[in-house]
């Protein structure tokens, strides 16, 4: 037998049984990258529009601010919220990441609920 050709099997052997294994965690860093990015972006889009709403009264003015920063994500699945307490407005936004890795969709779910939420003072 020749022995280069024994290893060359060996190999396509270990690489069918390692690439599997590898894609499933490319995938899963994919999917985590995508839920980090999303919660940073709605982080910025609830500290946006709660400062413009800190200066400002007009609840038009704070929902365009969190549409334009979270132009990024799906608007279809973007919910917010306004509450105004006293001298505090609370804005959270909510939205759902949906996971695109079968195995780990099957594990966690569909998707991941993230929010974002920040409460400043009126001025």
């Known amino acids: 037998m020749n022995p280069i050709r024994n290893k060359k099997g060996q190999a396509m052997v ?33 500290r946006s ?18 549409d334009s920063s979270t132009a990024t994500l799906d608007n279809g699945s973007i919910s917010s919220s306004i509450t105004r307490n006293g001298e505090e407005l609370t804005i959270e936004i909510d939205y759902s990441v949906e996971i695109l890795t079968p195995i780990v969709s099957n594990i966690l779910g569909n998707s991941i609920p993230i929010s974002g939420k920040t409460i400043m003072r009126i001025e």
Do not use: H, T
Not at 15 to 31: E, K, N
Not at 49 to 66: E, H, L, Y
């Open 14 to 46: 270990e690489f069918a049984l390692i690439i599997p294994i590898f894609l499933l965690l490319l995938l899963g860093m994919v999917d985590l990258s995508r839920v980090i990015s999303a919660n940073f972006v709605l982080d910025n889009a609830a």
């Open 49 to 66: 529009a709660a400062r413009i709403g800190a200066v400002s009264d007009d609840d038009v003015k704070i929902q365009s601010a969190i």
